[in-house]
């Protein structure tokens, strides 16, 4: 029973250890006063965008690009008049679905927006995660290839 007992132990332990080394340490960042949100330690985000060229940025206020992952921010003053939306939850998914590889609708997870890129027809891996605020007037999409991070990182968005 006791060597049972030990076994187990060591097992867990060894769950604990490699749990640990796959876990990606973040650090609470401020996106110019618009937001904060939980980021990798490593990553190195800049904002280039010169009134967004494609989308998921072609109607973002600010976008912030680091080596693994994409940060889009919307606010109302994107929504275009095109779309009969009334507001960001109903907007971002009309203008994706017409302007980008997200064509699908997203599915929702709690307060979490996610699309998955099915260009051509499967999944490319590349996921977009958004968060809107508690009045969806405004709205923060990561974008990237590993949804549990994303998820995360959404997760920890603060108006």
């Known amino acids: 029973m006791d060597k049972k007992i030990i076994t187990l132990m ?3 332990a060894v769950v604990i ?3 640990s080394v796959y876990a990606v340490e ?3 960042h401020d996106f110019d006063g618009l937001f ?4 990798p330690v490593d990553e190195n985000l800049t904002n280039p965008v010169e009134d967004g060229q494609y989308a998921p940025n072609l109607c973002a206020n600010a976008e ?3 080596e693994n992952i994409s940060i889009f921010y919307y ?3 994107s929504m275009s008049a095109d779309f009969k939306a009334d507001n960001l939850t109903d ?3 009309q203008m994706l679905k017409s302007n980008s590889v997200y064509m699908n609708e997203p599915s929702i997870d709690g307060n979490l927006y996610i699309w998955n890129n099915t260009s051509g027809g499967s999944s490319n891996g590349a996921y977009l995660v958004g968060i809107p605020s508690e009045d969806a007037s405004e709205m923060v999409c990561v974008e990237g290839n590993n949804l549990d991070d994303l998820k995360t990182f959404t997760n920890s968005v603060q108006f």
């Open 10 to 12: 060591a097992v867990f």
């Open 17 to 19: 250890s490699i749990a």
């Open 26 to 28: 973040t650090t609470n």
């Open 36 to 39: 904060k949100m939980d980021v």
């Open 64 to 66: 912030y690009s680091g």
């Open 75 to 77: 606010n109302e003053s």
């Open 91 to 93: 907007y971002l998914p």
